[in-house]
């Protein structure tokens, strides 16, 4: 059965300094993996995704994710936060075959001045 | 182009009332999915419906109902709402199923539905 786990529910960091957040999946065949972001109020928008083709992935705004088979894992970054990175952020998979997104419980990212 | 249009924005309902939401995808999107989020939580996957045929349920109650029209559109019906109802509805809409290959959803602004 497909799963993903954030493992921060809030992560806090200073305006200019590297973002990491943290996503390992279950998947029991050939995944897709995504990051969502949702600033307060707003629905989500996509930041990025992995379909098995490279498995370092480039997504807007200066965020990156790498793919980790070996890790069952997608970790988030970006080497300078900025003040309106301050969201919340899915990470969500589904495998070939499925209809559904599953998503992670979020991470709550601040960006203190 | 228009995004994920979704109506209405905002309502409040009392419990045991029956409720409608509306999700306009993108066009040329023929899928449509629906899910539930309550503050502090991921998206709970309710619904997806392709080509006007209902594909997929998550793990919801028969209160929980859905249709999509010939022009890709879709509703979202909740009967005898309760307390636990309320939170934010998302509407997702793809080109293919999720699960496809390279097939992403775009998401709505959501509604957000209050049971009082």
């Known amino acids: 059965a497909q799963s993903v786990t954030q493992l921060d529910s809030h992560v806090s960091v200073s305006e200019g300094t590297p973002v990491l957040l943290r996503c390992n999946y279950s998947s029991s065949y050939s995944p897709s993996l995504f990051w969502y972001v949702q600033h307060p109020n707003k629905g989500l928008q996509l930041l990025l995704k992995y379909t098995s083709a490279a498995t370092l992935v480039k997504g807007i705004n200066g965020f990156e994710a790498e793919f980790k088979k070996s890790e069952t894992s997608f970790h988030l970054t970006k080497p300078s936060a900025h003040m309106s990175d301050a969201a919340e952020y899915f990470c969500v998979v589904t495998d070939s075959g499925t209809y559904k997104y599953i998503f992670g419980t979020g991470t709550r990212l601040k960006v203190l001045a | 182009d228009a995004g994920v249009t979704q109506s209405p924005t905002h309502l409040i309902k009392t419990r045991g009332q029956h409720v409608t939401l509306r999700c306009s995808p993108i066009?040329?999107?023929?899928?449509v999915s629906w899910y539930q989020q309550v503050l502090g939580q991921g998206p709970q996957f309710i619904f997806q419906?392709?080509?006007?045929?209902?594909?997929g349920r998550g793990n919801f109650p028969d209160r929980f109902s859905a249709r999509q029209f010939p022009n890709y559109s879709s509703e979202l019906n909740v009967n005898a709402l309760l307390l636990g109802d309320s939170a934010l509805y998302l509407c997702?809409?793809?080109?293919?199923?999720?699960?496809?290959?390279?097939?992403?959803?775009?998401f709505g602004q959501g509604t957000r539905l209050t049971v009082v």
């Open positions: 066009s040329g999107h023929k899928s």
């Open positions: 419906y392709y080509e006007k045929e209902e594909r």
């Open positions: 997702a809409s793809s080109l293919t199923t999720p699960g496809t290959p390279n097939t992403e959803a775009f």
